[in-house]
Every structure is written in structure tokens, then in C-alpha cells.
């Protein structure tokens, strides 16, 4: 969500890390590793989040040229699997880096999905049926719908893609099961029937998706002159550490146990769960919580097998507070485990009274995360830095 806003108190005495606050010389040379190695990190799992993306669009398209009941599950299987390592990027938001300038056409939500296409009572709702409104569709078009009347009116991105393949969820037990025959070629028509449509839709949405992954990777891409990474890696480390941590506060905090938490917690809406017609919410808070501890160890398990490590914000911090350094390592690590806790379906876990195992595991993660931010706070206070949110 947009919503969630992690406020940055950084007075100018506090610009540069106190480096005898270890009484080590080294450590302003660690703060410099620590920093070049989270933009290496960054980039591996954007680099990955593209090109999962990448076979995201091959599997659609497979699909549209043969559809079947085994292709859209192939289609769906490689939505899936894109979600894995872009997740474990939304910690590198909230600090106005590259991913904020496309992000609400990448990840936004909740949506109402009956702006894109029919829905229960709504045969004929959407873009997809409004042929007088919109007699073309093209990738301009559907950038331009996006959160025009309202945040909720979502017409790109994962989630977009997401109600195309699997439609609305309407089973308590699973998710939702779109016939594959809305796509069905014998049933296309014209071009400006609702199968020909929705094919063009559900291709054009992908290709978007590619595309502002890649404008991300590149960003983050090294030996290319003039791009975010360079800015990140040679500005004061104090700078870039800042916004490491802002951005992993924010996540868990007022994003995790707040937006994507607390509000489906409190509502017990199916609508406010963040994958909710696949069914992946559970999913979508595990990855999240290991991209936290990603950041924080300094290690990523790239899509390959490959594991990425180097210096993480622990190693800085256990030369300032060893302590807080354990105590945080801990949190991460329970922040991990309490999304993994909570039953599937997500919808389900919300539903019946607090002393239910469901609500009770969902209200577990929400202390859990807000802890975990609390403590990254306390971090960046140990390390000169001053967050609050």
C-alpha cells in the first residue's frame, strides 16, 4: 500500500555515524561494506524479480496460444513463483528510492477488480466489456486507469494479473478457479469480443510488469553511469544507511502489522487480504519478513540456488551494541517463523472469534512485526541515526 508513511528525523550533527562510538578505527570502512554490499543484494533480487517476471509472461503467453486447464495452471504456477523474489524487495521501499516511481503500477492493492473485468452480478463490468468507453486497448490506456478514481482502482501489476488468471475468490477453501475457457481462441471472435479482449488485456498487463522490474534492475545495476546505485554507494554512509533502515522499519511496521495486518485483522474482509484470488496473503508475509532479515543479515538466496552474502546492518551494529545486534537478529528470525504460522487460507485465519487459532497467530505476527520495527529504530539510534514513525 501507499498508504503507510515512515517519518526520517536526520539533524545535520547526525549526518555521520560516530565511528569511536566502538572505539574501531575499521568502522567507517565496514559502514562503506555494508552499504556496497546491499546495493549488490538489491540488485540480485531485482535482477531476479525481472526475469521470474520474465518467464511470467512466457507462461501467459503459452497459454494464449493453446489455452487449457493445464497451461493456466502452468500460467498461475509462474505468478507464483515471480511473487517469490520481488517480496523479498518491498524492504527496499519507503525511502523514495527506484522502486517508488512504479510501484503503484507493480504491487498496489487492495483492488476492486470489476473496474477490469465481470464479477459476481456484474457480468458485463470492466474495461474488458466497455468497448464504446475504451474501443482500444493499449498499454498507455491501462497506465492511465491506475488509481485514477481511487486507490482501489487498480488495472496493472501483480494483482491485475492475478484476477485475470485466477478471477474472484469465491470458495472459503481455495482459491479462486477462473474457467480457462475465457480465454478460449474458438470463443474469441473479433477483436473486440471479451475473450480477445481479455487475452489482449492479460498480455499487455504482463508486459507492463517486465518492464518497470526492469527500469528497477537497472537502476540498481552496477558500472552503469549515473544511475541510483551510484548515488547510494558513494554518498555519506550515513545517508544510505538511513534509508536501509527506514525502509525495513516501515515495512514492518506500519505495512506489515499495520496496513497488511491489522486492517484485514480488524475488518475480517476478505478484500482488505493482499493476494486474495489466489490465495497466496500467507505467502506474501513470509517473503516479506525474509526480505526484512535478508537486509539485516546481509544475505539473499537468489532464485539460482546461489546464495548472496556479505556485511549486513548486524555486523555494523554488533561493533556499537552487541546486544541490540542479538536481540534484533532474534526478532527477525521470529518475524519469519510468526508468518509462516499463521493457516491458510489467509481469509480464513481472520474469520471467528480472537480465542481462534486463526486470529490468534495473525495477532502474534502483528506484535511480532511492530517489535521487530521498534527495534530497527533502535538501531539506527545506536547508530547516530535518529527514526521515528
Known amino acids: 500500500m501507499n498508504r503507510a508513511r515512515f ?7 547526525v549526518l555521520a555515524i560516530r565511528s569511536t ?3 574501531d578505527v575499521d568502522l567507517p570502512a565496514l559502514q562503506r561494506a555494508v552499504v556496497t554490499h546491499h546495493a549488490r543484494l538489491v540488485h540480485a533480487a531485482y535482477e531476479d524479480a525481472r526475469t521470474t517476471a520474465e518467464a511470467l509472461q512466457k507462461a ?28 523479498q524487495t518491498e524492504v527496499c521501499r519507503f525511502c523514495d528510492g527506484p522502486i517508488e516511481q512504479v510501484e ?23 474495461v474488458i466489456h466497455a468497448v464504446k468507453e475504451f474501443p482500444q ?41 477462473r ?26 498487463t504482463c508486459e507492463l510488469l517486465v518492464g518497470h522490474l526492469r527500469q528497477v534492475e537497472e537502476a540498481w545495476a552496477p558500472e552503469r553511469k549515473g544511475n541510483f546505485r551510484v548515488q547510494f554507494v558513494t554518498q555519506p554512509p550515513a545517508q544510505s544507511l538511513t534509508l536501509i533502515l527506514k525502509g525495513a522499519g516501515t515495512l514492518a511496521g506500519p505495512e506489515l502489522s499495520g496496513e497488511r495486518l491489522t486492517v484485514a485483522y480488524e475488518t475480517k474482509e476478505q478484500e482488505d487480504e493482499h493476494s486474495c484470488f489466489s490465495d497466496n496473503t500467507h505467502h506474501d508475509f513470509l517473503y516479506d519478513a525474509l526480505g526484512l532479515e535478508n537486509v539485516w543479515l546481509g544475505r539473499y538466496r537468489r532464485a539460482s540456488g546461489e546464495l548472496v552474502s556479505g556485511p549486513g546492518l548486524r555486523d555494523l ?35 471467528g472469534p480472537d480465542t481462534a487459532p486463526g486470529r490468534q497467530a495473525v495477532k502474534h505476527a502483528i506484535a511480532t512485526f511492530r517489535a521487530e520495527s521498534d527495534l530497527f529504530a533502535k538501531a539506527g539510534a545506536a547508530l547516530g541515526l535518529k527514526l521515528r514513525f
Open 60 to 87: 501467459v503467453a503459452d497459454f494464449l496460444i493453446a489455452p487449457s486447464a493445464g497451461r493456466v495452471a502452468v500460467a498461475r504456477q509462474a505468478w507464483l513463483a515471480a511473487r517469490v523474489p520481488y517480496l
Open 7 to 13: 517519518l526520517l528525523l536526520l539533524p545535520s550533527s
Open 104 to 126: 503503484a503500477f507493480v504491487n498496489a492493492w487492495p483492488m476492486d477488480e470489476a473496474l477490469i473485468d465481470y464479477v459476481v452480478g456484474q457480468p458485463q463490468a470492466g
Open 317 to 351: 551494529l554488533q561493533r556499537v551494541d552487541a546486544k541490540l545486534a542479538e536481540k534484533l537478529t532474534a526478532h527477525a528470525a521470529a518475524g519469519v517463523a510468526a508468518a509462516r504460522a499463521i493457516p491458510t487460507p489467509f481469509d480464513q485465519a481472520i474469520l
Open 137 to 177: 486497448l493499449t498499454k498507455e490506456l491501462l497506465l492511465s486507469l491506475n488509481e485514477k478514481e481511487g486507490e482501489k482502482n487498480i488495472s496493472v501489476g501483480f494483482h491485475a494479473i492475478e484476477f485475470l488468471l485466477w478471477g474472484q475468490d469465491t470458495n472459503p477453501q481455495g482459491p479462486g478457479n
Open 179 to 204: 474457467p480457462w475457457q475465457d480465454y478460449d481462441l474458438a470463443k474469441a471472435g473479433d477483436a473486440q469480443s471479451p475473450v480477445a479482449r481479455r487475452r489482449e488485456y492479460l498480455r499487455l
Open 21 to 23: 562510538m566502538a572505539g
